[in-house]
């Protein structure tokens, strides 16, 4: 079978992420990556050798700062068969129709509504809903995380109620923009967002969310509290994670007390950009009483949803139709559960 041919529009946090991991797929081929602006990360994309593609209104401004471009987004949709956008939220319906018009697939992220695509994608949950698939979406960051551990939790032990408290990231770590640097910040829209999006791939699960920003820039952290319709054990519930694709446990009495720590053993993995990909449950912060479970974990919102965007790909295109099969093949790419 020929490669699928990928094009990556919008080359920031998520976007620069998606193109490392499609390069080093044996099924798929990086066509190029698109950038509104010839600064520093356009270069970087050259010195990767990736192709470079920009709007019709960015292409003077390359011109002028005398950085070479393989054409316009329009001219990357013509050799692409799937485009990853990673563009801000926002600019979804406008992509979309150009998609639609070019012929090509599209995934979009976290960012843009269900309704966008109709369709909302997590490889552990609900990777055959994608299959052939014109449109999907990636769910958030947040969102994918619940999605990896309370999918299993729920085929397990069944989840009558999940209560959720999300301590969020106040910017990324190479923003210098946003806030607060110092200071908690509520959602007071309530419940919040993240409920729902989980809905929009697990419809059955009840779920209620809260958030809290705060001035960290490095992961978020989740409280999630869930009621299970039997009476269970810590150690059931640590197995079932244990087993559970892209989950990592760790433990505070190993030192790992914080994200900080848990950023460290990223960088001591030595992956790319010091990546942690899995969602981090505090093993020895798993608790069960009765028929209530409680447990924290950790969320890097920069690259959790990379692997994910590299199976819906597989899904979308019918590379694989096995999920496990494409988690596993993601998964040896990038180095998961390698160690
Ligand atoms: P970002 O701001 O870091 O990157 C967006 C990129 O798109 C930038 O390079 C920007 O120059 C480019 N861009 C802007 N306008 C464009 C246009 N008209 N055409 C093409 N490119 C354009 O944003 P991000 O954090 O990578 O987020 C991208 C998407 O991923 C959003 O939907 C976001 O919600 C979602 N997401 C973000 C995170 C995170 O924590 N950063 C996590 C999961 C999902």
Redesign the pocket.
């Known amino acids: 079978m020929s490669k699928v041919r990928v094009g990556v ?7 620069k992420r998606v193109a490392t991991a499609i390069a080093k797929q044996d099924d798929m081929e990086l066509v190029g990556v ?4 010839p600064n520093y ?1 356009a270069k970087d994309a050259l010195a990767k050798g990736y192709g470079l593609y920009v ?1 019709e209104e960015s292409v003077e401004a390359f011109a002028k700062a005398g950085i070479h471009i393989d054409g316009t ?1 329009k001219d990357m949709l013509g050799k692409v068969d799937i485009v990853v956008d ?4 926002s ?1 979804g319906e406008y992509y979309r129709d150009m998609y639609k018009a070019a012929g090509v697939k599209a995934i ?5 509504d269900h309704s966008l695509t109709g369709i909302s994608f997590n490889s552990t949950a609900n990777y055959a809903e994608s299959w052939g698939a014109q449109l999907s979406r990636v769910v ?2 947040n969102t994918t995380a619940l999605l990896r551990t309370l999918y299993p939790i729920d085929k397990a032990l069944k989840v009558e109620n999940a209560y959720v408290t999300i301590v969020r990231r106040a910017v ?1 770590p190479g923003d210098s923009k946003g806030g607060p640097v110092n200071g908690l910040e509520p959602s007071v829209k309530l419940p919040t967002h993240h409920g729902p999006d989980v809905q929009s791939v697990m419809p059955w699960l009840n779920i209620n969310t809260m958030a809290v920003k705060a001035s960290t820039t490095l992961m978020h952290v989740q409280t999630v509290v869930a009621q299970l319709s039997q009476q269970s054990t810590t150690e059931e519930v640590i197995d079932i994670l244990r087993s559970a694709p892209r989950v990592r446990l760790v433990k505070a009495s190993d030192g790992i007390k914080s994200t900080p720590q848990i950023m460290e053993l990223a960088r001591d993995l030595g992956r790319d950009r010091s990546d942690m990909y899995e969602i981090v449950v505090w093993e020895d912060g798993v608790k069960v009483v009765g028929n209530t479970l409680y447990y924290y974990q950790a969320v890097h ?2 690259s959790d ?1 990379i692997p994910e965007n590299v199976d819906c790909i597989r899904s979308m295109c019918k590379v694989t139709q096995d999920a496990s099969e494409s988690v596993a093949k993601t998964d040896a790419s990038l180095g998961i559960g390698r160690e």
């Open positions: 529009n919008g080359y920031g946090t998520i976007g698109t950038k509104t602006r990360e709007p987004v990673c563009t801000p939220g600019l979009f992220q976290g960012g843009e958030s960051c990324d919102q920069e949803v």
